[in-house]
């Protein structure tokens, strides 16, 4: 494994030095918010705009919102449908892709009838144009609320966007939050909402926004455990173990089942959910059931679409690349695929002129393709990201990906590279247990690189398929392993590990362990 150690001499780390090495300068803040970093609402562009709009608004109008197909669409909608119904709007029509579309999908145009005089966009929707100028045409006033990148200027509907907005400091802010800017900005910084703190949090970790934001961190610190919400209360108790909620909590345990919904189709389950957050029914047991249900459909179809692509790869250079069926659930097969091949994976429909799908890759590579000039789009994160490309040019395309200079095995960046335990100072074991709350994207718990003999008469079987062994008086724990690992351990080995130190309490006592997040026989 290849490997960029943060701090070359083990004796260089301190909880203070890890955060600097992330940007992060005022420690005292980022570990107690005190909101010192907020950005006013006031400097977002066209707030003003905005408050003017939902003025016009009264009781018996026709109000339509499009709920956005991941978590940060449900919570941004529901924060606004919440903030309708607080002014007294009646008439509040939600629509629901039927898959993982977004923003004004054809799916969406369809549903959006003559009766609806405001359409309310959270999440999504700033480069939707001609959309916007068809239904600008019909009359329908439009107000976006959304923070990803904007492409060109939107005339026909007020757009408020941090992207946008040359005064805002936080560009790593979820949809939700600025509705939630907006909401503030309407009611004059009011507390009309407790909750909507909350929605923020979750929203922010379920779209894999930065958490070295001083301002995400400060809605961290005051959303996810203070929330009462009852049904998101519901959640926790069902899937989320320990006293204190976590970024890893949120986007292990609570997205995905949000996720799973928006990706199917039973629109009847994303209309219960919509009313549960927005406290419209109180039936949280049997919702969780059909959140569970719904997040098992989603595992066994990607599982059956992985089956059956994952030996049908036809590699470009080293970029995999295979049409499959249309599915919600590309990303996901494609992420499988990613773990089993170790390279980059293009997942294409034929979308008729075109090819468009997923990308996965073990390295950075949406700018790449992006700057080829060769793709419609390439848009994401650097390894997860949207793609599409033209029939016409895919010759081209396919000659660009042979020549591709690609070291596609990541480098993995941890605190510390060691050949002893003992070069692990105590501070790292006490950080990881002490701050987990403080991790996430663009923060991550701290890890380190051991290499290590490990005999197999040494390990023990844990869990449902997990082993354990001792180096010095540290426990070295994988949760989760796979009939070739265990065989690879067999007899005595030098092995490479990299994993997270830890603390663990158990009957009084406290015990050091690393939990490995990858485990090589070298």
């Known amino acids: 494994m290849k490997v960029k150690p943060l701090f070359p001499n083990p004796k260089d780390f301190s909880i203070e030095n890890y955060f600097r090495k992330y940007g992060i300068d005022d420690i005292k803040e980022f570990i107690n918010p005190t909101g010192k ?25 026709t109000i339509y919102i499009v709920q956005d197909s991941d978590c940060d669409g449900i919570f941004s909608a529901a924060l606004t449908h919440i903030f309708l119904e607080h002014l007294g709007m009646r008439d509040i029509k939600v629509l629901f892709h039927t898959g993982k579309q977004h923003g004004l999908s054809d799916d969406i145009m369809e549903q959006i009838s003559d009766d609806c005089e405001f359409l309310i966009i959270p999440d999504a929707g700033s480069n939707d144009i001609e959309q916007c100028k068809e239904l600008s045409e019909r009359g329908i006033k439009i107000l976006i609320l959304d ?22 400091t936080n560009k790593d802010l979820c949809g939700t939050g600025v509705v939630f800017k907006f909401v503030s900005h309407y009611m004059g910084g009011a507390a009309w909402y407790n909750d909507s703190i909350g929605f923020v949090a979750i929203a922010n970790i379920a779209d894999s926004m ?18 009462q ?8 108790k069902e899937f989320v173990r320990g006293n204190i909620i976590t970024p890893k909590d949120i986007g292990w345990s609570i997205a995905p089942k949000f996720n799973a919904v928006c990706r199917g189709n039973n629109q009847e389950l994303k209309q219960a959910i919509f009313e549960a957050m927005t406290l419209q029914r109180s039936d949280y047991d049997e919702l969780i059931v059909r959140l569970k249900e719904a997040h098992s459909e989603q ?18 250079g080293k970029v995999g690349l295979q ?53 419609d789009f390439a848009q994401g994160h650097e390894r997860a990201f949207g793609v599409s ?44 247990a002490e701050y987990k709350e403080l991790f996430g994207s663009d923060v991550p718990e701290p890890k380190v690189c051991l290499r290590t003999k490990v005999r197999e008469k040494d390990i023990k079987a844990i869990g449902k398929n997990g082993i354990k062994f001792k180096v010095g008086m540290t426990d070295v724990i994988k ?26 309490e158990w009957n009084g006592r406290t015990f050091r362990q690393i939990i490995v997040e990858k485990i090589e026989v070298l």
């Open 389 to 432: 490309f033209p029939k016409d040019g895919a010759a081209d395309f396919l000659t660009y990906l042979d020549g591709l200079a690609l070291d596609c095995e990541p480098v993995e960046e941890v605190v510390i590279d060691t050949d002893t335990v003992l070069d692990i100072p105590d501070d790292m074991y006490r950080f990881a």
């Open 147 to 168: 923070h990803h990148e904007v492409e060109t200027e939107n005339p026909y509907a007020i757009v408020i966007n941090n992207q946008s907005s040359p005064n805002v």
């Open 323 to 375: 049409i499959i069926e249309s599915s919600p659930y590309t990303g996901l097969v494609a992420n499988k695929i990613l773990s089993h091949t170790h390279l980059p994976i293009l997942l294409l429909h034929d979308t008729g002129d075109g090819y468009a799908g997923s990308a996965r890759s073990p390295v950075d590579l949406r700018k790449t393709l992006q700057d080829s000039g060769l793709v």
């Open 210 to 227: 930065s958490m070295a934001s001083y301002e995400n961190r400060t809605f961290n610190e005051f959303g996810l455990d203070l929330i």
């Open 37 to 61: 970093y907020l950005d006013s609402p006031t400097k977002y562009e066209n707030m003003d705009k905005g408050v003017e709009f939902v003025k016009q608004l009264e009781q018996y109008n």
């Open 479 to 504: 949760w989760v392993t796979n009939e070739e690992l265990r065989d690879s351990l067999q007899g005595e080995h030098e092995v490479e590990i990299i994993g997270v130190p830890n603390l663990n």
């Open 299 to 316: 595992s066994a179809e990607t599982a059956r679409l992985f089956a059956k692509t994952k030996d049908n790869i036809a590699f470009r």
């Open 229 to 236: 919400h009852p049904f998101i209360r519901a959640m926790y």
